[in-house]
């Protein structure tokens, strides 16, 4: 007679969360509502990327924001200053969201009036990569001073992301940043990631990230 049993509790939970995940895009797809999951490291310039992206397009689309964290309000507050709808999501010290949590949060933001929700996920390269969301794409942001081997470091973030934007490229002749590197290193984990080189302090390439986000929209939306 066995003394114990394995419970493959990893593989259980993410299938649980996949489904939900799948559940809540039909959700969205029928309200819709265009979710974006915004992820990075901390300090990469994901709430300043943020600020400029919803001055790019806050005229066009009701969106709405909700800012994962751990603690503090710090960046909610800074993205309702833009005059957009902002909700701050406490973690509880998990370091990421799944489909629940996000479901949870959707439901706290009101998307009832919102034509883009994004979700600025905890600020971390491991943990928000392994699940679902639920959001209908991902986008991560790699800053220069972080280097151009992430994408080698970080295979499943990189993988799952459909938009990389490389921002701080203001800084790129102070940096051993190799851009060109940078990106095949991200067309090997994910060919058919598309790459958007940004300064989010100038708002250089900006408006082409504004485009994409814009063009996906209007697609899910139809």
């Not at 259980?12 to 990075?40: C, G, H, P, T």
């Not at 986008?139 to 220069?144: D, E, K, Y």
Request: overall charge negative; proline content about 4%; aromatic content about 6%.
């Amino acid at each position: 007679m066995e003394k114990f049993r394995v419970l493959e509790i990893k593989q259980s939970v993410f299938a649980d969360n996949d489904k939900r995940a799948e559940e809540l895009r039909k959700e969205l797809k029928e309200k819709k509502v265009f979710l974006l999951n915004l992820m990075s490291s901390p300090g990469s310039g994901k709430t300043t990327t943020l600020s400029r992206t919803i001055e790019q397009l806050k005229d066009e689309m009701k969106i709405g924001v909700m800012e994962a964290d751990i603690d503090s309000d710090v960046d909610a507050r800074t993205i309702s200053d833009l005059g957009v709808k902002a909700i701050q999501l406490h973690t509880g010290g998990m370091c990421h969201l799944d489909a629940d949590m996000t479901a949870q949060g959707l439901e706290g933001l009101e998307t009832g009036d919102v034509d883009l929700a994004i979700l600025e996920n905890v600020g971390n390269l491991v943990c928000p990569a392994e699940f679902d969301t639920g959001a209908v794409k991902n986008a991560m942001i790699l800053s220069v001073p972080e280097g151009d081997d992430k994408p080698l470091k970080y295979p499943l973030m990189f993988s799952i992301c459909d938009v990389v934007l490389i921002n701080k490229i203001d800084v790129l002749p102070y940096f051993d940043f190799d851009m060109e590197k940078c990106e095949q290193n991200i067309k090997m984990r994910n060919p058919n990631a598309k790459i958007i080189p940004i300064c989010a302090r100038t708002g250089e390439g900006v408006d082409k990230w504004a485009d994409w986000l814009r063009s996906e929209v209007k697609a899910w939306k139809e």
